[in-house]
């Protein structure tokens, strides 16, 4: 299992930038030098799944913006991202926050490698009007957590 924190105010440079974990608080011996299933390096926003495995992702923020309007976050995998993970929060006024969070099981296959990201999304589909995507703005994470825990 790895837990990666983010414990200061910390302002994305666009609506689509990855987030960047700087401290890991907890990894299991499973997580860390030879053999083990995943590699992450403090700083960096990649996190690469080596083994095959079922997967479980933890995330929750809490995230703010320099203007009124929609923040928008997701997870990734290789780049794509996973289908259900989409979390947005309209914000009324400029220094609003707002909690986020999700939960996600993923498979990597047996003799496959997963590179794992939490990115901002910069556009998200209107409600009422799925063909009209709204912008979104340039998100500010006030804190953030992560998990990884590798469960099958």
């Known amino acids: 299992m790895i837990q990666s924190f983010i414990n200061t105010v910390t302002p994305l440079t666009a609506n689509d930038s990855s987030v960047q974990f700087q401290t890991d608080c907890i990894r299991s011996g499973s ?3 030879y053999n083990s299933w995943l590699c992450h390096n403090s700083g960096s926003a990649n996190y690469d799944i080596v083994k095959g495995g079922i997967y479980e992702i933890d995330f929750d923020a809490t995230v703010s913006s320099a203007a009124a309007g929609v923040v928008a976050f997701a997870l990734f995998n290789n780049g794509e991202q996973i289908p259900g993970t989409l979390m947005a929060e309209t914000l009324a006024a400029a220094g ?10 993923i498979k990597v296959c047996c003799n496959g490698n997963s590179n794992i990201s939490v990115r901002a999304i910069p556009a998200v589909p209107t409600p009422t009007d799925p063909a009209t995507p709204i912008a979104t703005q340039v998100p500010i994470i006030v804190n953030a957590n992560l998990s990884i825990s590798r469960i099958a």
């Open 31 to 33: 997580c860390q030098g």
């Open 96 to 105: 609003d926050f707002a909690d986020i969070g999700v939960s996600k099981k």
